[in-house]
């Protein structure tokens, strides 16, 4: 029984011994194995740990276990917030979009808005332009945004709606009350690539459909977009934006979502910061655009270099090089000197990256992520003496992504001993820390079933965090950012270092108090 | 709050909303809300039109079919594996998100924390995915060879493509001897969660109920009874279970939560089902009851009072023995919640509360809420029936607003008109009432702490509570250089 001085809840409370009897009895009724053979249990999880069992598992063809990614709308919805007053949009039940709201607001710790028009079976048979004309019209009513950005579910998707058509009716149907409001639409089928494809199709969408046809651009030389991606990090957002106006007041950040999703105690705003509705439709005049994610920026790279005709640069700046490249990349298009304060960031990240070596030195990491974030918080890596051995992305597109992370794995000494794992789930993973074991693995909260099930301590980087607070709120992008992922990484090792040696009398020989 | 009743606040709370929706929402949405009080005749507990459409273009907080049969019914169910039958996004969104406690080897043995997918490409979408089904099964049965069935939980594009996952699953049954069951639950059917729990009970009647295996060999007692509609969040379904054991019944059962295959299939051997979730399981407890005769009571164990008083009334269906070991237990641990309203009571008496869960909650909850002096002010469901806001009525104490899937808009509207002391409702909303400087409590996960049924759970309640409200965070929001202003203003 609880003791009133001394509440405790779930943790505590099963360890009562009246529970642990009451778990016991349980037992009896139980078609589970751990109950009526926990023999067998040992022998199978021990199965699970071979080279056969792990050829069996990478063989699979037909079902994923505990995938590393998710689907397009979540990154539309992404791609949306990055914009002023805009107001996510999904076509399609809302039973998705309760999930997109759940899963970032997880992350985030803070309220993510968005909309559906709740299409459901009548829909799938009539199509869902009713829902999309009342839904329209009720979204613009109650949270009056001044731009919606449509995206779909798969159900739109299947049954073929045709959204162009479907605003161009909603329009007509609305008594005018859509007629000034922005409406940009996107096609985004969850069953075709992941979450970032969607970032990129609803980017695009929005870009072209805000900005003039080329005839009617007005190039500003000066100007500079850079397009973030989908950022996790919305301390890297504002650290991209830092680190650009140190260069020009001209750099404009094209997706902006960092304000959105940090908003301060006090009063609740529907929506916050976010990229200007004017600079968004002005995008088309910029000199270049810079993508912070190439592969999460495939198509609209497309409209940019092909429609747009305007320049295109991809850069990574997670990481001592590709922050280098970025900040190069940003003097070559400015024209200006790299202002003496960045260099001074980057001494001292490389001074701390000096002082802190050893202990990332030769060990061996399993990391896995989204593609780009993986190609800079390798480049670190290996920057940093660590060996990636196990580089694993489930989302990988198909095109050059692999190549890109083999030229970075080469230039460490043990690029022979690291494998780059395209389009595999963290059940494989599990399979190959197993069999070809690790120091540490990297990778979002999901990890930590593998860390569970491994022991190999996880350090968490990645999407989406749901059990560590404020990670999100740091930069892992530009030289401050770097020195965050140093932190983080050389500190956990040193956290596993006391876990490892901090039995009395035991190994507590090597508990230093300097390290 | 001036001059004006509590009841003419809430009125005139509503009618502001309305007046902002175009016509033909305001019309249905008018349906949904209204005002409740204990003396009322005909009040909106009666009226409140409820497991409607949504009006398209808010933020509804309702989740889908898939979500109610996935990840309400099935999803606890230990020993099986259950295949999000679709695109990725499914299942990755409702990963281990609900904190169905189980006790288990994940991955060897038992399975609820993780995600299995068959990933649809387009190429599944436009050929059909039936095969690329058969072979995940089989590949479920090589690596998993101690899962003790397979359900298929259908994701929207499934029903829209021509799929028949139901000849598939009785496929391989027969071929490999492995309990499979395909669920028709895509996200589209129905207006909410709801229909997904009936599907996936129906799912059960046919499939697991018909299995006597099981049951031939199973040796009853007078005095067994199951679990159902516990979904063992943090833990639930464990305090229930000790106190039933404590009056001396046998649990043979628990349906969902920490569940496995056999327990759902010696149900039926039963002498007393106990239903918690009513929405989500009223259909097959109403199917044991006409199939094998087996009654069933609803019961509500948050907070003493009402844990009482369920005892009580379960109690009534055995003999005199249950019935004195009942009143001691309930002795033994009055003595205890007494001393946990002492200590906590003085601290919330008065403070007002806002709900807004799904299930039952949004009527059970009240009564735990009521015993530490606190007064609910509001509720409303996500996916409730007309039965489950008539049973709210016999919970009011004073005028309630009610509202039935309330949208983001309106509950906020809402708090800022009413000006609860807690809000208390689900993760999408937590943080838009946090950023008002309001107390707030998830009162599906309970907010990562719990259990919350039974005595023993009251107390974790009653402390999550005063640490909500009484949290020195919430005084700083204002800076020291700032005017006092009215929270929400």
Known sequence: MQDVENIVNGQKLFLKPEYQQTLKNKTEFESATGATNPDKVDEIAEWTKTWDYREKNLAREAITVNPAKACQPLGAIMAGLGFENTMPYVHGSHGCVAYFRSYFTRHFKEPTPCVSDSMSESAAVFGGLANMKDGLRNCNAMYKPEHIAVSTTCMAEVIGDDLNAFVVGARENAEGELDDLPITYAHTPSFVGSHITGYDNMMKAMLEQLNPSRKDKVVDEERINIIPGFEPYLGSLAEIKEISSMFSDKIVMIGDHEKQWNTGAGEYHLYAGGTTLEDAKTAINAKTTISLQKYSTVQTAKTIKNKWKQGFETCNPIGLSGTDEFVMKLSELTGKDIPAKLATQRAQLVDAMQDSYPYMHGKKFAIYGDPDMLLGLVSFIVEMGGIPTHVLCHNAPRKGWAKDMQAIIDKSAWAEDCQIWVNKDLWHLRSLMFTEPVDFLIGNVYGKELYRDTGIPLIRIGFPIFDRHHLHRYSISGYKGALNLLTWITNGILDQLDEETKDIAKTDYFFDCVR | ?489
């Not at chain 2, 059970?364 to 009521?370: D, F, K, L, N, S």
């Open chain 2, 1 to 489: 709050m001036g001059t004006e009743t509590l009841e003419e606040l809430q009125n005139k709370a509503i009618t502001e909303i309305l007046e902002v929706y175009p016509a033909k929402a305001a019309k249905n949405r008018a349906k949904h809300l209204g005002v409740d009080t204990p003396e009322g005749v005909k009040g909106a507990c009666d009226k409140t039109k409820s497991n409607k459409q949504t009006v398209p273009g808010v933020m509804s907080q309702r989740g889908c079919a898939y979500a109610g049969s996935k990840g309400v019914v099935w999803g606890p169910v230990k020993d099986m594996i259950h295949i999000s039958h679709g695109p990725i996004g499914c299942g990755q969104y409702s990963r281990a998100g609900r904190r169905n406690y189980y006790i288990g080897t994940t991955g060897v043995d038992t399975f609820v924390t993780m995600n299995f997918s068959t990933d649809f490409t387009e190429n599944d979408i436009v050929f059909g995915g039936d095969k690329k089904l058969k072979k995940a099964l089989g590949e479920i049965d090589e690596l998993f060879p101690l899962n003790n069935g397979i359900t298929i939980q259908s994701e929207c594009p499934i029903g829209l493509i021509g799929d028949d996952i139901q000849a598939v699953a009785k496929w391989y049954k027969k071929e490999s001897d492995t309990p499979t069951i395909a669920v028709s639950c895509e996200g589209f059917r129905g207006v909410s969660q709801s229909l997904g729990h009936h599907l996936a009970n129906d799912s059960i009647r046919d499939e697991i109920m018909t299995d006597t295996t099981a049951r031939k060999e199973f040796e009853t007692t007078d005095y067994d009874v199951a679990i159902i509609g516990d979904y063992n969040i943090g833990g639930d379904a464990w305090s229930t279970r000790l106190l039933l054991e404590e009056i001396g019944l046998r649990v043979i059962a628990q349906w969902s939560g920490d569940s496995t295959y056999k327990e759902m299939a010696i149900t039926p051997k039963a002498k007393l089902n106990l239903l918690h979730c009513y929405r989500s399981m009223n259909y097959i407890s109403r199917h044991m009851e006409q199939e094998f005769g087996i009654p069933w009571m609803e019961y509500n164990f948050f907070g003493p009072s009402k844990t009482t008083e369920s005892l009580r009334k379960i109690a009534t269906f055995f003999d005199e023995k249950i019935q004195a070991k009942t009143e001691e237990v309930i002795a033994k641990y009055t003595k205890m919640t007494d001393e946990v309203i002492k200590k906590y009571k003085p601290k919330l008496e008065g403070k007002k509360v806002m709900l807004y869960v799904g299930g039952l909650r949004p009527r059970h909850v009240i009564g735990a809420y009521e015993d530490l002096g606190m007064e609910i002010v509001g509720t409303g469901y996500e996916f409730g029936h007309g039965d489950d806001y008539k049973r709210t009525k016999e919970e009011l104490k004073r005028s309630t607003l009610i509202y039935d899937d309330v949208n983001e808009y309106e509950l906020e509207k809402f708090v800022q008109a009413i000006q609860p002391d807690l809000v208390a409702a689900g993760i999408k909303e937590k943080y838009t009432f946090q950023k008002m400087g309001l107390p707030f409590r998830q009162m599906h996960s309970w907010d990562y702490s719990g259990p919350y049924h039974g005595y023993d759970a009251f107390a974790i309640f009653a402390k999550d509570m005063d640490l909500a409200i009484n949290s020195p965070v919430w005084s700083h929001t204002k800076a020291p250089w700032e005017t006092k202003e009215e929270i929400g203003a």
